[in-house]
């Protein structure tokens, strides 16, 4: 079986589900790049936990874990199986390689695994697991995680990290479509860029120290911590390549990034 892409999605605002823009359309022309894998493994910015936690349930439902938004997102849903064999392989590898993994068979799908997948894969036929980042730990420690998970893509399971390449909440406004993003937004984004297209990744590990306007692009970590997991289940050397780059709200980064062939 042809080794699957890994890929980081930008998830935005939930309203990404029904509001039209670059990155809506983007992701609903994705999914034809690609060999339609056998299973989801997304690690989702809203999944946070202390050890690496693993979904298990057969059927997972769908959480809408935000408020104020129009009722019609609330009555969305996302009927993907869930897939406890992949499950369990992902717990035998994480725990193979030392981590203590715990297992949820009551968790359904967070916005930052069903919004995006609702546009890449309207059908919801292909079976979804979710892994938890943990924010207390750095960016290394979810590269480790990901470089674990690294078979799992010689096996049919494309990993998806979902997060957002730009994440500061309170400096988002409502643009005219076309606007220039912020210029400190624009400059973070470019930096990422330029480190992955140079396999720069000491620089992108410690980009807290090293990035433009890294503490205004993510106050905290965890919206960026999916970008790791990805970057550590690409193969060193193994290409890479931005898919998508816009921005909502003037200065959320919608990036996506693939690692492997694509189509």
């Known amino acids: 079986m042809t080794r699957t ?16 823009g670059p990155a809506r359309r983007f992701l609903m022309d994705l999914a034809p790049r690609f060999r339609e894998p056998r ?7 809203h999944h946070e936990a202390e050890h690496p936690t693993v979904t298990t349930g057969a059927t997972p439902g769908t959480i809408h874990d935000f408020y104020g938004f129009p009722q019609a997102l609330y009555r969305l849903a996302y009927p993907a199986p869930g897939a406890p064999g992949l499950a369990r392989r992902v717990a035998e590898i994480l725990k193979a390689e030392g981590y203590e993994v715990a297992e949820d068979a009551e968790r359904g799908f967070d916005h930052g695994t069903w919004v995006p997948l ?45 997060g957002s390449i730009t994440h500061n909440l309170r400096d988002l406004t409502r643009t005219e479509p076309g606007s220039p993003p912020a ?11 330029d480190k992955v297209e140079t396999s720069a990744l000491d620089d992108l590990l ?19 911590l999916p970008f790791f997991v990805v970057l550590g289940a690409n193969t060193p050397g193994e290409k890479a390549e931005r898919l ?18 694509t189509s």
């Open 118 to 162: 609702i546009l890449m894969n309207p059908y919801a036929d292909i079976p979804v697991v979710q892994l938890s980042i943990s924010p207390h730990r750095d960016p290394a420690w979810h590269y480790r995680l990901g470089a674990a998970l690294r078979p799992l893509r010689d096996e049919g399971v494309m990993i998806v990290g979902s």
């Open 206 to 224: 410690h980009y807290r120290d090293r990035a433009p306007n890294a503490v205004h692009a993510h106050p905290t970590d965890e919206h960026f």
């Open 5 to 20: 892409p890994a890929l980081f999605i930008s998830h935005g605002s939930p309203m990404l589900a029904f509001e039209d």
């Open 244 to 261: 998508h780059h816009s921005f909502t709200y003037g200065a959320l980064g919608m990036d996506a990034y693939a690692f492997g062939e």
């Open 39 to 45: 299973a989801f493994l997304v690690v989702s910015a």
């Open 183 to 193: 210029e400190w937004a624009s400059a973070f984004t470019e930096w990422v860029h």
